[in-house]
């Protein structure tokens, strides 16, 4: 039997701005997926937040992309907003859900999805990350550094299973085109179009060995379905650890540098993404700094066994210190690129606007 795991994930309203999700929501969320677990539909579920995104973690045994699965997500959704959300006024209530009806797959209609599925191993951990105030993309450097650096993973060059590489599938957000790269002879064609992350969005890893699917990631991008700017994307991924995949150590030495992404206040900012546990997983600084909370667990005959909060934890905290120094530092810049994004990234906000305000104002 072959296991499915499933995070799908919205903003459908938070507390005291765009901070945290009340627990409210979260109670509202699993009653739901407690019902979907008696009924049969799903065998487990965890629910969190990253921020101020709701986090629906399921396995079942529907596969990737599965309607059933998809629809289940998109009721707790509809439902905690329409329950929930509004009833307590909640900021920005179903801000994410972006169409009214349903239409088989919530790809493509707001929230964000991850999904792999596989045959069990005789041991299965898993990883899962989630981020706030921060796009797809961001996770383009922490994937590279795992599966394709050798100074981050050690395995890539001790493990034989490791040692003969991996394939990244690549998707272009603008044209819907999708690449594979084969590392590591194709890491510089690789790093050309990963190192556009607001462009290029790293949506699986496989391994090469034997074509086992290794991580997913979410790609959505809201701006490009909603035509304006209506929040950033916050992504998702899962990633499978040990035994022939990088070690759950390997994992997380990629977030030991707060590499710099896209997103924090207004979507308009580059920011250091900070890895926390998850009782700091909500905004406080100027809407961030940009956030990332990591869960681990293992997967056992369909379930999820779990979690352990990977990043409560001592050896991080130098990690927050120097994401803090470079938030920091980066604020000072103040509305001044780089920290404020570039011209093309500011065209879904109110900056075109203003430049039309302009352009009739030099007409008058
Ligand atoms: C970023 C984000 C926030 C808001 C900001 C302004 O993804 O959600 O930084 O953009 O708080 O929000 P509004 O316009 O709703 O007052
Ligand atoms: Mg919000
Ligand atoms: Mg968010």
């Known amino acids: 039997m072959r296991t499915t795991v499933s995070v799908i994930k919205a903003d459908i309203g938070s507390l005291a701005g765009h901070v945290t999700v009340p627990k409210e929501v979260i109670e509202y969320a699993e009653a739901r997926l407690r019902e979907a677990v008696e009924t049969g539909l799903i065998n487990s579920f965890y629910v969190t937040h990253a921020g101020d995104d709701l986090e629906l973690i399921m396995s ?93 993973t050690a395995g890539l060059v001790i493990d034989p299973r490791l040692h003969k590489g991996f394939i990244f599938r690549v998707l272009d957000v603008k044209s819907g085109e999708e690449f594979n790269f084969n590392t590591p002879e194709d890491t510089y064609d690789l790093l050309a179009l990963i190192g556009t992350p607001s462009r290029y969005v790293i949506k699986n890893v496989y391994r090469r060995l034997d074509g086992e699917v290794a991580a997913a990631a979410s790609t959505t991008r809201l701006s490009l379905i909603a035509g304006k700017y209506v929040g950033k994307d916050d992504p998702v991924m899962i990633v499978r650890a040990q035994s022939g995949f990088p070690a759950m150590g390997e994992i997380l030495e990629a977030f030991t540098t707060p590499y710099l992404v896209a997103g924090w206040m207004r979507g308009s900012h580059v920011g250091p993404l900070m890895p926390v546990s998850l009782k700091y997983s909500k905004v406080a600084r100027f809407d961030g700094p940009p956030r990332v909370v990591g869960l681990g667990f293992q997967v056992s005959e369909g379930k999820l066994i779990g979690p352990v909060d990977l990043f409560d934890d001592p050896s991080f905290d130098h990690v927050r210190r120097v994401a803090s120094e470079m938030a920091d530092y980066i604020r000072r810049h103040g509305p001044f690129m780089p920290h404020r994004l570039g011209p093309e990234e500011m065209e879904y906000t109110t900056l075109p606007q203003v430049m039309e305000k302009l352009k009739r104002k030099v007409e008058e």
Not at 122 to 144: C, H, Q, R
């Open 60 to 152: 079942h045994f529907k596969g990737v992309d599965s309607e059933e699965i998809h629809g289940l997500a998109w009721r707790v959704f509809k439902g905690a907003t329409e329950e929930v959300s509004k009833r307590l006024k909640l900021y920005g209530a179903g801000q994410d859900l972006l169409k009214d009806a349903f239409s088989g797959n919530v790809r493509g209609m707001g929230p964000g999805v991850a999904e792999l599925e596989f045959e069990e191993r005789k041991s299965d951990p898993i990883a899962v990350f989630m981020a706030d105030k921060t796009e797809p993309g961001a996770w383009n450097i922490y994937l590279y550094k795992i599966f394709a650096d050798p100074f981050n």
